[in-house]
């Protein structure tokens, strides 16, 4: 195994979160459609892959992420491919003939996808229910997961339009209630982006309103600590019990993103020093160097910069600085900061994305709001804001 600081980690690469595991599968084997919701970086993506790489008996699970397209028809097309060049569906013959006999217009389904008859326009989305039908045939239940599925909602109302968007929802909202094909068929949502806020801003919630939530919430401290252990498999250095409390401090909000970057980082100090051991001074210089790797963190900003024009990305943006800089920000000067910016009636949604998408939170008091990590609220400090 490796250290990973960035891409999705998948293999014996994958950190096992027993509790983690078990809600998701207390939810599948219930029958559920799920929308996996956890800040950016927590681990959506990883997850998806174990879950891919080890479905229990029974279980198909088809992985797809979405972020590019920007159209209904496409995406549609993109999970016809995906389902039936999937090797369990594709080797399945009772449902390829399903597929041949009930869909005309398909020739051929091939390890490089579907051929059709005649190459004109086709409506994706009733194929797909078609498809889905056909795994009725078999005996399989097929877990199709979407990753990035806010980002192609996005793209659709920036392209096409807020109805089109609504349109969008819809149409998943009708393949899942298709009863023939929800016997067999799950659907597991996920994205870097907060569905429901957008959904939410549409005024669309009752499109996504059928879905249950998984929650992947930072690792627990006992978690944490067998996390730590497993990423020391790799270095030549040990961490005194003393130690890992003081990394664990300063991260706070323990993502295995960030714990990962910690060692990483220690690591290379370790290497490129040849020292003996870590102390209290080398972690330090260890989270300012990590600081200073603008790579692992602009990410952050770059996605408010994207998602947010004019004054609505202003006004985050003094929130943001004034928490960096003052380590809290209360409800009312944040009242006063939406009087400024004018955007008294929306400015609710624009603190739910910053929570949702895990910059801020509450939890210690209501009226009081504070960077979930001092990891994020540094870099803010440095990089932004200053
Ligand atoms: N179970 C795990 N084991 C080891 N490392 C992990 C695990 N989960 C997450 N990570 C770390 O977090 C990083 C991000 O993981 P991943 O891409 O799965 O998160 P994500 O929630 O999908 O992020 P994004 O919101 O940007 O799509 C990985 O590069 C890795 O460092
Ligand atoms: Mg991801």
Not at 74 to 81: G, H
Not at 150 to 179: A, C, M, V, Y
Not at 187 to 201: D, K, T
Request: aromatic share 12%; proline share 3%; hydrophobic share 40%.
């Amino acid at each position: 195994m490796k250290i990973i600081t960035g891409p999705p980690v998948a293999g014996d690469n994958y950190f096992f979160r027993k509790k983690l595991a078990e809600e998701a599968w207390n939810l599948i084997e219930s029958g559920c459609h799920i929308l996996i919701t956890a800040p950016r970086r927590v681990g959506k993506t990883s997850f998806m892959y174990y879950l891919k790489d080890h479905p229990k008996k029974g279980y198909c699970f088809i992985y797809l992420n979405t972020e590019s397209v920007n159209n209904e028809n496409e995406f549609f097309r993109r999970l016809v491919n995906k389902i039936v060049t999937t090797e369990h569906i594709g080797n399945s013959q009772k449902i390829v003939t399903f597929i041949k006999k009930n869909i005309p217009s398909i020739k051929r389904v091939g390890p490089d996808g579907i051929e059709f008859t005649k190459p004109d326009e086709k409506n994706f989305k009733e194929m797909l229910v078609k498809i889905l039908q056909s795994i009725q045939s078999d005996n399989i239940k097929l877990i199709v997961m979407l990753d990035e599925f806010p980002q192609t909602l996005i793209n659709i109302i920036e392209d096409e339009g807020e109805s089109q968007g609504k349109h969008f929802l819809r149409s998943n909202r009708e393949i899942r209630q298709d009863i023939e094909s929800s016997k067999n068929v799950q659907f597991i949502y996920a994205g870097s982006i907060g569905l429901e806020n957008i959904v939410s801003r549409l005024n669309a919630v009752a499109t996504i309103n059928d879905l249950a939530r998984l929650i992947i919430p930072p690792l627990i401290i006992n978690e944490v600590n067998d996390f730590i252990d497993f990423l020391l498999k790799n270095t030549k250095f040990t961490l005194s019990h003393k130690l890992k409390n003081y990394i664990l401090k300063k991260i706070e909000w323990l993502i295995p993103f960030y714990i990962q970057l910690v060692i990483s980082e220690l690591n290379n100090i370790y290497r490129d020093e040849d020292l003996n051991e870590i102390s209290v001074d080398i972690i330090d210089r260890a989270f300012v160097d990590m600081l200073e790797q603008r790579n692992h963190f602009e990410h952050w900003h770059t996605r408010l910069r994207t998602s947010f024009k004019g004054k609505e990305y202003s006004f985050i943006k003094e929130v943001l600085n004034t928490v960096s800089d003052n380590n809290i920000i209360k409800t009312n000067e944040i009242n006063d900061l939406a009087v400024k910016y004018d955007l008294v009636e929306f400015y609710r949604d624009l603190l739910k994305t910053l929570t949702y998408d895990g910059y801020l939170n509450n939890n210690d008091n209501p009226k009081i709001y504070r960077f979930n990590s001092p990891i994020l609220k540094m870099w803010w400090k440095n990089y932004v804001a200053n």
